[in-house]
Structure formats: C-alpha cells, structure tokens
C-alpha cells in the first residue's frame, strides 16, 4: 500500500491518471503492472483498465437512478457479464463493505460514507489486481473517513492487491507501508516520521 502525498497541484492526481492509463505522459516511459502504458492504444488501454485495476475518486460518481447494487454491478454489466451472475457478485462485494442491508437504495439514499463504501465496492467488482484512490476520504468526517480507510486497509491485505492512495490525510499515509512525496516535480520516498502536519 503506497500512500502519494504532497501539496495541492503538485501532480498527485496526475500521476495517478497516467499510471491509470486515463491520462498519457508528455515525456517518458510509464510502466504499470510490466505495462507500457505511454504505448497502448485508446482501447488497449480501456480493456487494461477494466481487467486490472479499480478507481475509487474523492466523490464517488454513482449513477443517481441506480441502485446501489446495480451501481456496483455496472463495470461487469459494461464487460458484458450476464446480468444475473453481475448482480450476484455486486451483492457478495455489498456484503464485503457493510452494506448488504443497503442494497436496492439509490444513491441519493445513502450517507456520504455508504457512498464512497460502494464505490470502493464497485472498484473491486472486478477482480482487479491494483486499487487506485484519490483522495477517497477527502469529502468525509473524521470518524467516517477512519472506517473507510481501515475498510480499504483490510480489502488491501485479504485481496492482495497493489494500493495507490493519493491522501492529504497525513496520519492514513503513515499507515502505509511506504510514502511517496512530490515536491516542485520531483517524487521521492519517505519516512512515516518524516511527515508533519
């Protein structure tokens, strides 16, 4: 789990795009699970997107006239999935988040924190092997951002998955197991200790 942290417009988002192949670099080689992402196509890039990695924003962007069970179903549904088989595995990942109880309520109907709890929900649907979050806390309480973090925290360890978290929180990038700061264009690794609020 890498936490990505730095000051506002010091390309966190960006970088972030550009390993997600949402975004291409202007200049140099991108490697991103022994990908060269600078080299795919528009649709290589899609289809490497939709197979290895889940995006879970600041805002959770979930279709307002859906369910949150369909919402979770919808990248499956988008890859083809029947139907049925893309309900039931949004359901299991429903159930993996809490909110098994929430299922057939719209987006509109849930608190902020069961929002973001069903696009991480969504990000995961998949099977992907990497998670990308910017700033999935951001909009948050403390209290809910804390359970959402450990939820992530805990999907991390039992999925397996490569963690990129873009974070102003500085105390959730301490509980990562490394730290990438950028500053004026430039990346490097730190410390837990090394950051102050």
């Known amino acids: 789990m890498l936490a990505i942290v730095g000051e506002s417009g010091s390309g966190k988002s960006s970088l972030l795009h550009i390993l997600g192949t949402l975004d291409r670099a202007s200049q140099g080689d991108v490697y991103c699970a022994q990908i060269q992402a600078g080299n795919l196509t528009d649709d290589a890039a899609a289809d490497f997107r939709n197979r290895e990695i889940g995006f879970v924003w600041q805002f959770h ?18 890859r083809g999935t029947p139907y049925r088989t893309a309900m039931e595995k949004a359901a299991l990942w429903l159930k993996e988040t809490g909110l098994s109880n929430r299922s057939h309520h719209r987006a509109g ?19 992907p092997q990497i998670l990308m979050a910017d700033e999935p806390t951001g909009d948050l309480d403390n209290r809910t951002a804390e359970m ?23 105390d959730f990038a301490r509980r990562c197991d490394r730290i990438l700061r950028l500053h004026r264009g430039k990346a490097e690794e730190v410390s837990p200790g090394s950051l102050q609020n």
């Open 148 to 170: 959402v973090f450990e939820l992530i925290q805990r999907l991390h360890r039992e999925y397996r998955l490569t963690s990129l978290i873009v974070t102003h929180n500085l």
């Open 109 to 127: 109907e849930l608190s902020g924190g069961e929002q973001q709890r069903v696009a991480l929900a969504r990000a995961l649907v998949t099977g």
């Open 61 to 78: 962007y979930l279709l307002p006239e859906f369910t949150a069970q369909e919402n979770v179903a919808m990248p499956l549904l988008m």
